[in-house]
Structures are given as structure tokens and as C-alpha cells.
């Protein structure tokens, strides 16, 4: 994993760390007039679980525990990369400084500041486009599978299955993708960090033969009075 350039690894995390942002961005459908933006920075949604924390990445640990990616096994190399894979789940809620911060505690040197940057220019973008939703933003990126394509003590390759799901009346119809991230990790100081990462589409289930596309308005409606359950890694 040695020898690649700071900038193919940045842009490669890039890639996979904001795949929801893409769906913010990229598939828009914007309704003209808009009413009061919903309360939008705050993930009161999502209470954490009993006995656990979540810290700055979006990484979820034991009360008392190690933080995620300690270690030199094969499981502390998956707990990270499907820690990591699924960061951009809480990114989009904090400060631009706590998303330089989760970046740091995950990237490798080289490549943190340069992924810092570009991470922190397309939430802020996100973060403007979905401060004029009209009702709650659904924002959801969770781990399905995963499997371990390649491991040593200090290098692994790790694929995880990933669905982001995201909706917010008056910007975005409610919408899904299905991904396969796959994450070279590299060990640095008893850590597990991100090298690089790739990712690819699928594979992608059709929707049930007794559903049908929803719009925002009604998918919130049936939606209302749920609490979105935290990710526990």
C-alpha cells in the first residue's frame, strides 16, 4: 500500500466517506418555493444506545472500551473499516473543525489534511442545499456485510456492503443506494487507518412487489413518531 500518492488516496476517500453527500448533491429535486427550514444540524434522532458512546468519527464503542481500530487481528480491522465506512452517517452534523477532527482520528498522515479539506467543502455545500427542507431530514448510512479481501499485521483490505437511504421534503425525494466500499487500512501506532478506498455500485435488490415509490411528504408522515436507531459497531 506504500508508494501510492497523497492526492489518488485523498480523492479515493473522498469518494467512498461522503457517498451520501453525492446523493445531496447530485440528485436534487428542488420544488421552487420552500417553507421554513426544518431544524437542521442536530441528529436528536438518533439516540445513542444504552451502555455506549459514539465519538467524533461516527464510530461506535463499549462503554469503557478501546475505540474502534485498536488492535492488530482481523476483527479490529473490519470493526474499523465498517466504523469508517459509515462515518459520513454523523458528519453531516457536525462543526467543520469536529470534521477535521474525525478525520484525523481515522486517516492515515499523509492524507488527512488533504481529505480534510475536501470533505469539509462538500458538507458545507450538502449542509446549505438540505437547510431548506420543509420537514425532517432522513439521513441513514449503514453497514449490510462485509468481507476481508486481504490481511497482514500491518496492511488489510476489507469490503463492506453499505445502504444510504436519504429524504427531506422540498429538496430531496426519498432514495437509496446500495454500495460495496472496499478500504485499505494501514496500522499506524496501534491503529487501523484509512490508506485508500474504492467503491462500486451494487449489489442493488429491487424494490418488494407490494411497494411502490414514496414522495417525501408521505414517507415522513409514516414515519412520524419513529426514533432512528443508532449505529452499533
Request: proline share 6%.
Amino acid at each position: 500500500m506504500a508508494g501510492r500518492s497523497v492526492r489518488g488516496s485523498r480523492r479515493g476517500v473522498v469518494a467512498a466517506a461522503i457517498v451520501v453527500l453525492a446523493l445531496v448533491v447530485g440528485v436534487f429535486l428542488l420544488r421552487g418555493s420552500i417553507g421554513a427550514p426544518s431544524a437542521f444540524g442536530r441528529d436528536d434522532s438518533s439516540p445513542t444506545a444504552p451502555g455506549r458512546s459514539t465519538d467524533a468519527s461516527g464510530a461506535s464503542r463499549d462503554a469503557a472500551s478501546s475505540p474502534v481500530g485498536v488492535g492488530s487481528d482481523q476483527g479490529s480491522a473490519v470493526a474499523a473499516a465498517v466504523a469508517y465506512a459509515t462515518a459520513s452517517q454523523r458528519w453531516l452534523y457536525l462543526s467543520d473543525d469536529a470534521i477535521r477532527a474525525a478525520i484525523a482520528e481515522i486517516a492515515t498522515p499523509a492524507a488527512a489534511d488533504g481529505l480534510a479539506d475536501d470533505v469539509v467543502a462538500d458538507v458545507s455545500k450538502a449542509r446549505g442545499e438540505l437547510a431548506r427542507a420543509s420537514g425532517p431530514i432522513w439521513w441513514f448510512v449503514r453497514p449490510l456485510a462485509w468481507r476481508v479481501e486481504s490481511f497482514r499485521d500491518t496492511e488489510a483490505r476489507v469490503s463492506v456492503w453499505i445502504v444510504a437511504i436519504l429524504s427531506a421534503a422540498g429538496v430531496a425525494a426519498p432514495q437509496s443506494e446500495f454500495l460495496t466500499v472496499t478500504l485499505d487500512l494501514e496500522r499506524v501506532d496501534g491503529v487501523w487507518r484509512v490508506d485508500d478506498v474504492r467503491n462500486t455500485s451494487g449489489p442493488t435488490p429491487i424494490t418488494g412487489p407490494h411497494d411502490q415509490p414514496w414522495d417525501a411528504e408521505p414517507f415522513d408522515d409514516a414515519l412520524d413518531g419513529f426514533h432512528r436507531i443508532d449505529v452499533v459497531s
